[in-house]
């Protein structure tokens, strides 16, 4: 895709989210909002910095008991939120300018790769947390129908318990359904990514660990392992790790440790931010020792199959 065809498609995106966000009722449009407002914020900021009403409220100070009927809060800094969406990676120069030439304004930069700056005016998020923070209110039917690899909420807005009514849910559920088809996230499906190599076959049978190019597609349930044109290993993805700055940041000690232990016995390195699955190891099957029917090799480096029978069909027995 051309950069004119890439922006162009931007642009109906964003077009597309503004639709949601004109037709979403006004206390889950002040969710998002504030969620936005907040995402930089501390918990005592979070508190100042509300929109939308409250009843029967203190605002006249700490032991002050007079109550006020009804109070409706605006931002008292924040004069408007402005949106730059990209498919690919984050444009940083671009989004810095925005935050330093647009006074009392929120920059919130969209994209499927971003980095962090460290600046209160500029929310960052990636495709994956937006659309994980607007999934909760999409149908049961959708819900089930998309299903993301990545299920962190960065992004959490306090939406209303009830059902968003028509036509909000139909602008929200097409918005869910556009960022899927641009392939922005990641979903849960047979999707299998072939990779090849001493290397990786060594991680899979000894560890059932396997990390990967931090630009490939994160894309696929299932990893096949092929080393001299044969099938080493089949594993299916139970966990994945993306995104992590180090190895710290993984709450499961086990996954720590044994992510830890495979880079140390295996490449005697550490963790540098790769993309890193956990893996069930499917090799005790009929499939493992299966030979590559054409010559060369399958892959240089990796490929995606839409499932593994399309796997195996490229491979004979002996």
Not at 157 to 166: C, H, N, T, V
Not at 222 to 235: D, F, K, M, W
């Amino acid at each position: 895709m051309s950069l004119i065809d890439k922006r162009k498609r931007e642009l109906e995106i964003a077009a597309n989210f503004e639709k949601v966000l004109n037709h979403l009722p006004v206390d889950f449009f002040h969710a998002i909002t504030n969620a936005i407002i907040d995402y930089n914020n501390t918990e005592d900021e979070r508190m100042d910095s509300c929109i939308g009403s409250s009843t029967e409220r203190c605002i006249f100070g700490e032991g002050d008991p007079r109550r006020a009927d009804l109070v409706f809060n605006f931002s008292p800094v924040i004069s408007k939120i402005v949106f730059e969406f990209k498919l690919g990676k984050e444009n940083q120069e671009q989004v810095i300018g925005y935050a330093d030439s647009c006074n009392n304004s929120l920059i919130v930069s969209v994209a499927k790769e971003v980095k962090k700056i460290s600046d209160s005016r500029i929310v960052q998020l990636t495709w994956n947390d937006l659309f994980n923070g607007l999934l909760k209110i999409a149908s049961s039917e959708v819900r089930e129908k998309l299903i993301p690899l990545d299920l962190i909420e960065n992004f959490s807005p306090g939406f209303p318990d009830r059902r968003l009514g028509e036509p909000a849910l139909a602008f929200l559920e097409d918005f869910l359904f556009t960022i899927k088809k641009e392939n922005l996230v990641a979903f849960k499906g047979k999707r299998v990514m072939i990779v090849t190599g001493k290397m990786a076959s060594r991680t899979t049978q000894n560890h059932n660990v396997y990390w990967f190019g931090t630009n490939w597609d994160k894309d696929f349930q299932y990893l096949v392992v092929v080393n001299e044109s044969q099938i080493q290993y089949v594993g299916e993805v139970t966990e994945r790790y993306f995104r992590l700055e180090n190895l710290a940041e993984i709450s499961n000690k086990g996954h720590r440790d044994l992510i830890a232990e495979a880079f140390n016995d295996e490449v005697n390195d550490k963790f540098y931010g790769q993309p890193i699955l956990i893996l069930k190891s499917l090799s005790n099957n009929n499939n493992i020792g299966l030979k590559y029917i054409e010559r060369g090799a399958i892959t240089q480096s990796h490929r995606y199959f839409d499932d593994l029978e399309l796997v195996y069909k490229q491979f004979k027995s002996e």
